[in-house]
């Protein structure tokens, strides 16, 4: 198939021979097969093909090449918070009950096919409702897992997504999502009540489970017996846009959205499938990557109710981008590459890397168990040494789909550290691998700052002591400092090792009840080296010369441990 040449493909329908494109939904009335791309703000795009073939593959493509860029968000961190809060007051107004709260997310993207993308999409997302659109100046590669409207005849479908967790997780969805779902279903009732005859409309499965790569979605079914004379366009008047990536009341959240949203979402939020005479496949375009005016968008959001955590949310954004984002390529705006991989965080001093082979060890053991490829440390060296220009920075290496590096200014931190106790976690550390994404970490960490706290200490619910968010810890008991053991679940850090291999530490299970006896505190990690705990929990620790001591012996073997 020519790279030009406008396609649909949608579940193994292949539809070429381009005939016509048009806004007005009357010719779609008249018959023929038709592509459909309705956006969020209501364009209207349909298309009509001639030549349609049924039970194809997707049409072969050379690879995706993974980008290496910087997705720039249309709404930063700090702005989509103030959105939630925003929404929140709204619902406590009385205004709206739910909004759906998005961000767009860019990059530049010139002389590209996403069929490609659409091709490794295919692979490692699949989705029964995943679909590719070529058209003239747009391109639409999506993913999306929801039902806006299966029609057969004059029976209608509607299959609303409310609900979103790791597929990890072994949690139920809690009250918020399972709310939040009926309100949509409620609102979805209504909308096709518009349409439908009456008593027609009915809730089928209610709060449904439904897993996908990566995802565990929460999932309800509403059937309909349309109205024997109703027209595409009458049912696009009452389904457009979506109420499930809108909120409800549908008018009030649209208005809430139109004040904070200064981006059109374009065709995210908005439905893409096929119509042919009374049959339809209808998605609600999420999940989903187009192209336009040298652009490459994706689309992210989260559905706000009164119980919503600003940064939860947020989170959900980023969660829900992880792994699409990931197999298109590139990184946030923070440097965390998008999808799965290793990373190491390596402190450099005057434009040395501190403990780099050390670094590079654990990194290329972790690669080689886990099927990730990394460059020569000549290479990465190299990329270090030429990007920064700080007296002292923290520079993070990710192994991921490509390698990437993030360089930032750091300063050591001279104040004792205050450490909360966060028990009865599943695992009390990371484990043997550096892995990202590391949000659930970064998160547990914000909650502790928030609450005044500068670091959490793991207890699982064996009652074993394990590591911080984002360090390893030794513990002084009864004259000598001892750190647990890797079976506790901690990570194998890079100063951990070192402080063993000279025998400064000794290894031994500490269980929560032997905190009783700690007398002090260091929290170790290759960026901070040693910093001395004053207080856990509320209960102040002593730090006296043993600490210092213990922080300056560390601090010479980094140093001597630097490269370049």
Sequence with gaps: METCEPFFWMAGILATQLAEVTTDPRRVDAGGFWTVAIDFEGNKRFARFTNIQRDLPF????????LDATWQ????QMAYENYVMKIRTSIAEGFVYQVNACRLLTVPAQNISLAALFTRILEENPSPLASFLRLPNI????????????????????SPIKGTQPLSTEEEFGTKDQSENIMIVDLMRNDLGRICEVGSVRVGDLLRREDHPGLRHLVSDVHGI????????????ALMPPGSVSGAPKS?????????????????CGTLGWIEGDQSCLSVAIRTFWTHSNFLYFGTGAGITWGSDPYGEWLETELKANHLLGLAGGCDEDGW?????????????????LLFNEHMERAEKSAQELGITIPSREVILD???????YPLARIRLSFGETFSLAVNSYRQRNKPMKIRILDQVKQAGIGPHKQFPFQENLQMLRVANAEGFDELLLINQSGAVGEGATCNYVFYIQGEWVTPPLRSGVLPGIMRALALENSLVRERNVHRDDLV???SIMAISSLRIASKVSELDGRHLDIGPHSELLREQLLDLARADSVG
């Excluded at 349309?226 to 008047?237: A, H, N, Q, R």
């Design 252 to 268: 009030s959240a649209l208005e809430l959205i139109a004040q904070s949203e200064e981006e059109p979402r374009g065709i995210y």
């Design 337 to 353: 590459q998008y999808g799965k991989g290793i990373f190491e965080t390596v402190l450099v001093e005057n434009g040395k890397p």
């Design 59 to 66: 049409p072969p493509t050379e690879k995706w090449i993974v």
């Design 383 to 389: 990329a270090i040494q030429s990007a920064t220009s």
């Design 226 to 237: 349309l109205k024997s004379d109703i027209t595409w366009g009458e049912i696009f008047e």
């Design 517 to 519: 006896g700690v007398t």
């Design 73 to 76: 968000s249309s709404i930063n």
């Design 139 to 158: 391109e639409i590669a999506s993913a999306s897992p929801e039902l806006l409207l299966s029609r057969e005849g004059l029976s209608v479908k509607t």
